[in-house]
């Protein structure tokens, strides 16, 4: 059973370009965490999905990131006109049931806006 | 809001001590705690995971143990060893609402010296 996956490792981007972060949970997980880790920081929650929706995005900006999960393939989460700012590194966690059970984390994307 | 203190940031040890690693925490209504081990660079290892119903967890030479009423938990790492280095995170889920998100502490950077 594979781990949770996430691509690319690595992702460098230019200023004012688009970054789009790819997350395939564990097989038989449908609840999938989106965590930054600012450096320096704490890791801090951003997003909760299950298929085709958005639980809580409390932990968001409110301009330039989106996330979705859909019926078919990874979670996307993406980062529109990406600033010096937004370096970071993006982890992916999922887990069978979305209370009580353990969140599996994938390796991280680590994007730098150069 | 839940906040989640790790103190201190880094310690230093000899191989072979046994040592403890502190979480406290501000909101006890916790559903769970868990710990992680995160190497540099690299993802997150879950190490541990304590439900609120649990005061303790083992696995191997790693002991968990949680005391909500204190808003407190600790990591007990038996004669340690250079491969023990890495960062230690602490993470709790709370209890209210439909959310299950982790809020992380900073982590504690742990190096065992030879």
């Known amino acids: 059973n594979a781990g949770v996956m996430q691509n690319p490792r690595h992702l460098v981007r230019r200023r004012g370009q688009e970054a789009r972060l790819r997350c395939s949970p564990m097989?038989?997980?449908?609840?999938v965490y989106w965590y930054r880790q600012l450096p320096e920081e704490g890791l801090k929650f951003m997003v909760y999905?299950?298929?085709?929706?958005?639980?809580?995005e409390s932990g968001m900006p409110k301009e330039r990131f989106s996330a979705e999960f859909p019926k078919e393939g990874p979670s996307i989460l993406r980062i529109q006109q990406v600033v010096r700012g937004d370096s970071a590194a993006y982890f992916c966690?999922?887990?069978?049931?979305?209370?009580?059970?353990?969140?599996?984390f994938g390796p991280g994307t680590r994007l730098t806006v150069t | 809001k839940q906040e989640v203190t790790q103190i201190p940031a880094a310690l230093s040890v000899p191989e072979g001590e046994n040592l403890v690693l502190n979480c406290s925490f501000t909101?006890?209504?916790?559903?769970?705690l868990q710990w992680f081990r995160q190497d540099p660079g690299k993802g997150l290892t879950s190490l541990l995971l304590?439900?609120?119903?649990?005061r303790e967890q083992t696995s191997g030479r790693l002991n968990a143990s949680l005391d909500k009423s204190s808003g407190r938990s600790t990591l007990y790492i038996a004669a340690s060893q250079p491969g023990d280095s890495a960062t230690y995170l602490c993470a709790v889920t709370l209890l209210t609402g439909a959310n299950s998100k982790l809020t992380f502490g900073k982590g504690i950077t742990l190096s065992v010296r030879p």
């Open positions: 999905l299950q298929k085709e929706n958005i639980i809580d």
């Open positions: 097989k038989g997980h449908s609840h």
């Open positions: 304590i439900q609120s119903s649990q």
């Open positions: 909101d006890s209504a916790i559903y769970n």
């Open positions: 966690a999922s887990s069978p049931v979305y209370r009580g059970f353990e969140q599996y």
